[in-house]
């Protein structure tokens, strides 16, 4: 059964199945819990999946880097500061609008605007939830990316840094959206 989606039609159909996903686990207040998401995580889109502890609104990392993820940029992040992925002048908004998404909570759906190793911009449609992380005042959160195939690059180009995040809309989890970032 599919759960009704805040999208529009022409959103790729892994971002709304990947949405369907997390609206279909069973949440502890808005949220789904964590363990909840990783005890069922689908295994088809789990390779682009990253998942974010959050302890506080500038300290963010990285706690799962999907593996084609890893694949594609050729970098594994896991246990990284998130800092490694944003370019300096988006991470203070990167930072505010993830704060928002995990205190509220809200989800958003975006498009990054990544810089690759052969300095073309490459466009990455994400959505981005918040879950229960159950560890004492932190909290996860989680994003779910579509990269360019690789036969779009050039030979031995790779997704390098996040340059730019276009919000297309936030997502009302039951709380609201914020009114600002």
Known sequence: MTVPTPFAPNTPDDILEFYDHWASLPKR???????????????????????IDVSSPDEMIIRL?????????????????LHSVFAPQIWPDSCKRIWKAVTQPAGY??????RSSGDRMLHSPSVCLPVASGTGGRYCFMSY???PAASTMMLDERPDIVLSLELLHWIDIGAGVPKDI
């Open 145 to 147: 990316s579509i990269f």
């Open 65 to 81: 880097f999907g593996t084609n993820i890893v694949d594609i940029s050729g970098r594994e992040l896991t246990t990284k500061s």
């Open 29 to 51: 207040g808005l949220m789904p819990h964590l363990s909840d998401y990783l005890d069922r995580a689908p295994a088809r889109l789990q390779p682009n999946v990253v998942i």
């Open 109 to 114: 759906y975006c498009i990054r605007g990544v």
